[in-house]
C-alpha cells in the first residue's frame, strides 16, 4: 500500500512538473513570437515579404537588408547616441537610487516609512502626466537638444529605490555594528559594506534602466532637435517613410537594435534574479 501511494504521489508530481513546462513552453513561444517574425522578416527577399502563406523559414536567406539599413542611414551615430545616453542613465539612476534607499532602509528617524511612502506615490501618476513640468524645466536649465535632457528626468527610479531600499533591508544589522565599531562614517558605511552587499539588486536596476533607456521614444523625440543626437528608436521611427513601408529594412533595424539589450541581460540576468529575490524577502 505504501509503494502504490508513493508511486501515486510520483506519478501526480511528475503530471505537475510536465504541465508546468508545458505552459512555459507555450508562453515562451507566445512572447518570442514578434522577435522570431521580425528576424525572419529580414533575412527574406522582397518578393518573399508579402507571399501567401506566409514562409516562416525564408529561401533563400539574404543579408541584403542588414546592409542596406547600415548603409542608407547614420546607424552608427544613432547606436552611438543610445549607448551614450543609456549609459548616463544607468550610472545616473543607480547611483542615486542606492543613495536614496540606505537612509530609508537603515537610518532610523521621524517619518521614515511616511517619506517612503510619500516616494512611492508619483509611481501612479503617468509618464505622460509629467511631460510639460519637465520639458518647461529642461527649457529653464538651458538643455534643450542635449543629451542630459534626456537622461534628466529619469535620473531617479521610484521602482529602483522600492528594490534597492528592500535589498538594504535585508542585510544583518551585526555587519553594520560592527564597521561602525572600526571607525567607518556614514559614507564609507554605505560605499564599502552596503553597496558591494546589494550588487545584484544594482545589476537587476541596470536591467531595468538599459531597457528603459534604450527603448526611449517620446521623451527624446521632444527634447531632441539635431538629427546627429538622435537615439536609435527616434531615428528608426523615420524608416516608415523613409523606405515606404519596406518591412525588411524596418524588421532588420529593429532586431540591430534589440540585440544590446538581449546581450546585456543573457550576461546579468543571473544578477537580475537576484536581486528580485533580495527585494522578495522582506
Known sequence: MRKKGKKQIN????????????????????????????????????????AWPPKWIPKPATLDAYKYVVENIPFPRYFLNSLIITALGIIFNV??????????????????NLLFFLILLPMMIPIQGGLIVNFITILNLKLFDTYLAVVLPSAV?????????????????????????????????????????????????SIISFAGFWN???????VLQSQNKFPLQVGLSYLNSMFEQNYR??????????????????????????????????
Do not use: H
Not at 106 to 112: A, Q
Not at 255 to 268: D, E, H
Open 11 to 50: 506519478n501526480k508530481k511528475i503530471i505537475k512538473i510536465t504541465l508546468n513546462y508545458v505552459l512555459l513552453i507555450i508562453l515562451a513561444l507566445f512572447f518570442i513570437f514578434p522577435f522570431l517574425w521580425a528576424l525572419s522578416t529580414s533575412l527574406k527577399t522582397a518578393t518573399d515579404v508579402l
Open 95 to 112: 547611483v542615486f537610487a542606492s543613495l536614496a534607499a540606505y537612509p530609508l532602509a537603515r537610518l532610523e528617524f521621524k517619518g521614515r
Open 249 to 282: 529594412y524596418i524588421t532588420a533595424s529593429l532586431i540591430i537594435a534589440s540585440i544590446p539589450i538581449l546581450v546585456f541581460f543573457f550576461f546579468t540576468q543571473r544578477y537580475f534574479i537576484e536581486g528580485y529575490q533580495g527585494a522578495l524577502k522582506q
Open 216 to 222: 526611449a521614444f517620446l521623451w527624446p523625440l521632444i
Open 157 to 205: 527610479n521610484i521602482f529602483g529605490i522600492f528594490i534597492m531600499r528592500q535589498n538594504y533591508l535585508s542585510i544583518p544589522r551585526d555587519l553594520e555594528d560592527a564597521a561602525r565599531i572600526d571607525g567607518c562614517n556614514e559614507f564609507q558605511l554605505w560605499w564599502k559594506i552596503m553597496f558591494p552587499m546589494v550588487r545584484p539588486a544594482a545589476t537587476a536596476l
